[in-house]
C-alpha cells in the first residue's frame, strides 16, 4: 500500500510541475529579459543550448532570473528553452510538447505514444539577427522526424 501511495504522490508532483512549466511558457516574463540581454550573451546561451549543455543553461537561467528553476529537470528545461520562442502554438500544443519532452513520449499526428527506445526528440537552434542588430533565438523541435 505504500508503493500505491508514493506513486501517487509522485505522479501529483509531476502533474504540479507541468502545470507550473506550461504557467512559465506561456508567461512574458523571460521574454523580457531575454530582450534586455546583449547580443553577445544571446549567442552565448544558444550556443549552450545547441551544444545541449543543459546543466549550464539551467545555472545561466538562474543567475538571470529568479523563476523558482531549480524545481524543473534539465529536460523540462530543454523543453522550456525550445518552446518558449515559438509562441504561436496554442496552450494544448504547448502542453502536449512539454509532456513530450518531459515524459518522453511522442506527438504522432494525432497520438499520443510512449517513445521508441531508437527514436530521440532533438532540438535544433539557431540565431537570426533581427531588425536594429537584435538577436532572436529561433528553435524548432523535431519530433517523429516532422519538424514542428
Not at 511558457?25 to 546561451?45: G, P, R
Not at 499520443?112 to 537584435?134: F, V
Request: charged share 30%; hydrophobic share 35%.
Amino acid at each position: 500500500m505504500g508503493g500505491k501511495i508514493d506513486i501517487q504522490i509522485k505522479h501529483r508532483e509531476k502533474v504540479l510541475r507541468l502545470r507550473r512549466l506550461d504557467r512559465l511558457v506561456q508567461s512574458d516574463e523571460f521574454t523580457y529579459i531575454w530582450d534586455e540581454v546583449s547580443s553577445a550573451e544571446k549567442l552565448k546561451v544558444t550556443r549552450l543550448i545547441q551544444e545541449g549543455q543543459y546543466e549550464d543553461f539551467k545555472h545561466w537561467l538562474l543567475d538571470h532570473f529568479n523563476l523558482g528553476f531549480k524545481s524543473y529537470s534539465v529536460r523540462a528545461l530543454r523543453g522550456f528553452a525550445s518552446m518558449n520562442h515559438i509562441p504561436y502554438y496554442s496552450r494544448k500544443t504547448r502542453v502536449e510538447l512539454i509532456e513530450a519532452l518531459t515524459e518522453r513520449r511522442v506527438i504522432d499526428g494525432n497520438s499520443n505514444r510512449p517513445l521508441n527506445q531508437d527514436e530521440t526528440l532533438p532540438s535544433a537552434c539557431r540565431c537570426e539577427e533581427g531588425p536594429s542588430g537584435s538577436v532572436n533565438l529561433k528553435a524548432t523541435l523535431k519530433i517523429s522526424g516532422d519538424s514542428i
